[in-house]
């Protein structure tokens, strides 16, 4: 008997306001401890919490993306519960009506096939604040920076069935909030955390089994590792004969393991009901079209975009469009390098998607932290197009480049000398010397091997230092031995 695993996300996104969600304290990443916590924060007595504006704007702009339902009218409730780090005994969040409701985000499986993954909401809520584990011998601190930072939790439908699968959804959530620009995606500083889902059923069954919640993942490379090891440990409990306890559980990257972190619990053990301090939110249809007209260009019809305009594969657009940063590096190259976007953009993203990345993955380096910017690599791209340089000489030129020999592609080639030799008297010296040298290879190919020519274009290549223009070496031996 087979399994089919079910999975469903719960993705928190820190919304990128410069305020927290009910009070005017910041929320920059890494101040002193409890030195951006407010007495709303902190829930003093005789203070009450105020709605950010710029929350509200963002939600809206997120459900418009996933085209989903925008409530006109979304209520704030208190979610009870105790720990050190949420100092009021609640979580003001939202459950009986949340402010996005509904919508889908489609991925791409691994093999190619397209898969259309269910919302089921997306409410607002405010942070908790962090236990410090380490920062005291024997005892643990708090830090209270983060709570009150504003937070979207979006809930997908259980329409998962793998790991690989899991993973794309959070991906592709994550570029699209990166593009509509609410939040930073920084998973390191704990901007967008994974929270999952898993059970397993058998195949032939409708209903799910027992599911455990895998909290606060941020990496994707974890996530899917979490999942997968989860996974096969329900089959095993099942197999075996139990049941799978209903829990909530950490992943132990170290160990490539999840561990029971406690029982998990229900909606009702959290005791909700509306916060009396906040207002419901309203928002009007015209509210929500300004959102929509002032959406940006998203992942997915920047993708088109790019197959269409630069001509370039649904891979290498993909790959461009990852994220914003990308984006823009790969555009800014292309006008750098000339006005024919249809000729210029794939040898553009070739270098960006090959030599650059390969670089950026070696230093683990971002796109914005490049060694080389997106005018020297137009700048090397005309060169090859133009002729000046070949293709094997222009890897010389990029890693110049790289290395911050000179400040263009122009400057290395002039520096080294490296300009493309074109004059045909001159090559057809090279095409006389090897054909002279390798009368083997000569009589191969006048045998009708004609495989050969490539060792005789590369023998050409080599005494010219590279230098000589491939398409005239290949047209001059071929004239030369027919």
């Not at 989903?68 to 009870?80: C, G, L, M, Q, Y």
């Not at 906040?278 to 007209?293: G, M, N, W, Y």
Request: charged fraction near 25%; charge should be negative; include cysteine.
């Amino acid at each position: 008997m087979s399994w089919q695993p079910v999975i469903g996300l719960e993705i928190h996104m820190q919304l990128a306001t410069a305020s927290k969600i009910f009070s005017a304290a910041p929320t920059a990443y890494g101040a002193p401890p409890n030195s951006q916590a407010s007495a709303v924060d902190i829930a003093l007595p005789g203070v009450l919490p105020v709605i950010n504006a710029d929350v509200i704007r963002m939600a809206m702009r997120f459900g418009v993306a996933i085209d989903a339902d925008i409530a006109p009218r979304s209520v704030f409730e208190r979610k009870h519960y105790f720990y050190p780090d949420l100092p009021k005994g609640y979580q003001i969040s939202q459950l009986a009506l949340p402010i996005v409701a509904g919508g889908s985000l489609p991925i791409e499986t691994t093999n190619g096939d397209s898969k259309t993954i269910g919302i089921t909401r997306a409410h607002l809520e405010e942070d908790a604040g962090k236990s410090l584990h380490d920062a005291f011998d024997g005892a643990t601190g708090i830090d209270l920076n983060r709570a009150g930072t504003p937070l979207i939790e979006c809930v997908s439908e259980p329409d998962i069935r793998s790991a690989a699968e899991a993973a794309a959804y959070a991906r592709r959530l994550h570029t699209l909030v990166r593009y509509l620009g609410i939040c930073d995606g920084n998973m390191a500083e704990g901007s967008f955390r994974v929270d999952a889902n898993v059970s397993v059923r058998r195949s032939d069954s409708a209903e799910f089994g027992t599911r455990t919640e895998i909290k606060n993942v941020n990496s994707f490379r974890f996530l899917e590792q979490a999942i997968d090891f989860e996974i096969e440990r329900q089959i095993d409990i099942r197999e075996s004969g139990a049941a799978v306890p209903q829990q909530t559980r950490l992943f132990d990257p170290e160990r490539g393991e999840t561990r029971a972190m406690r029982s998990k619990e229900e909606a009702h053990d959290y005791r909700y009901f509306p916060d009396p301090d906040l207002l419901p939110v309203v928002v009007t249809a015209d509210d929500i079209e300004r959102e929509r007209q002032a959406m940006p260009e998203l992942p997915a019809a920047k993708n088109k975009r790019f197959e269409n305009q630069y001509a370039l594969s649904h891979a290498d657009a993909a790959a461009l469009t990852t994220n914003p940063e990308t984006a823009d590096y790969f555009e800014a190259a292309v006008t750098a390098a000339g006005d024919a976007p249809t000729t210029l953009g794939r040898p553009a993203a070739n270098w960006i998607n090959g030599e650059l990345a390969s670089v950026l993955n070696r230093t683990g380096t971002s796109i914005t932290e490049a060694p080389v910017t997106a005018t020297q690599i137009g700048g090397l791209v005309q060169r090859i197009a133009d002729d000046t340089i070949s293709g094997k000489i222009a890897k010389q030129v990029f890693d110049a480049l790289v290395a911050g020999e000179a400040e263009t592609a122009d400057a290395v080639i002039e520096a080294r000398g490296l300009k493309q030799i074109t004059d045909t008297g001159e090559i057809a010296g090279y095409v006389d010397q090897v054909i002279a040298d390798n009368p083997d290879q000569v009589a191969q190919y006048q045998a009708g091997k004609t495989k050969v020519m490539g060792f005789l274009v590369g023998q050409v290549m080599k005494a010219s230092g590279g230098k000589a223009n491939p398409k005239e070496v290949n047209q001059l031996i071929a004239d030369k031995l027919s």
